[in-house]
């Protein structure tokens, strides 16, 4: 979705059932999108169908809002974890709501598994369970998601303006998000700077 069209609504993951091989898989944005919202993005597609798609931004960050005055702003206990997780941006859409994308170490009634290792929960319970010092060893917390109408993310692809990579947890959960892209695009054997120069001449 480009900046200058008006944020989709997306069919949000509900139970797993058959769809595009782009489910479970990373987004990542070519040269293309150079100066556009997602620009140099890694997206975690929750779900992909007919009627939509939906998924998470891995590698932005929201700036100056901490983990910790969420929990306040929630009447929650500060996290008992060492370090203050960072807040993503999730996407245009919804940005009032968050999502957490975790290890399956944590199953809540609400957490929808995505893979065998991976769920999302999008419930305060995950929140107060990880203030306590209970959740998911592994979490990656963002604020909105990147939604797509009927058609829509299947036109972007077509217009070269992303590449599909296979996810796998150490990358959605490292901890550098400035890596993030280029470790995707490794992934499949493409070189950054070599696809920057390519966009540049064509």
């Known amino acids: 979705m480009r900046k200058d069209e008006h944020p989709r609504q997306a069919p949000?993951?509900?139970?797993?059932?058959?769809?595009?091989?782009?489910?479970?898989?990373?987004?990542?944005?070519?040269?293309?999108?150079?100066?556009?919202?997602?620009?140099?993005?890694?997206i975690?597609?929750?779900?992909?169908?007919?009627?939509?798609?939906?998924?998470?931004?891995?590698?932005?960050?929201?700036?100056?809002?901490?983990?910790?005055?969420?929990?306040?702003?929630?009447?929650?206990?500060?996290?008992?974890?060492?370090?203050?997780?960072?807040?993503?941006?999730?996407?245009?859409?919804?940005?009032?709501?968050?999502?957490?994308?975790?290890?399956?170490?944590?199953?809540?009634?609400?957490?929808?598994?995505?893979?065998?290792?991976?769920?999302?929960?999008?419930?305060?319970?995950?929140?107060r369970a990880i203030s306590e010092g209970q959740g998911p060893k592994k979490i990656l917390f963002a604020l909105g998601y990147a939604g797509w109408g009927p058609g829509q993310l299947d036109a972007e692809i077509a217009a070269n303006n992303w590449l599909a990579v296979p996810a796998d947890d150490d990358l959605v959960f490292r901890d550098a998000l400035s890596d993030k892209w280029a470790h995707a695009l490794a992934k499949i054997g493409v070189d950054p700077l070599a696809l920057s120069c390519e966009a540049g001449h064509a």
């Open 12 to 42: 949000l993951p509900h139970r797993p059932e058959a769809e595009s091989p782009l489910r479970n898989m990373l987004l990542v944005a070519t040269p293309l999108l150079q100066g556009d919202l997602f620009s140099k993005s890694v």
């Open 44 to 127: 975690y597609m929750c779900t992909h169908s007919p009627s939509g798609a939906m998924g998470i931004v891995i590698n932005q960050r929201v700036p100056e809002l901490h983990f910790n005055d969420l929990l306040a702003q929630l009447n929650l206990p500060k996290s008992a974890a060492k370090a203050d997780p960072v807040i993503h941006f999730g996407g245009p859409v919804e940005q009032g709501r968050g999502f957490v994308l975790h290890s399956t170490d944590f199953i809540h009634a609400d957490t929808i598994r995505l893979n065998r290792a991976m769920g999302i929960t999008g419930t305060i319970d995950i929140l």
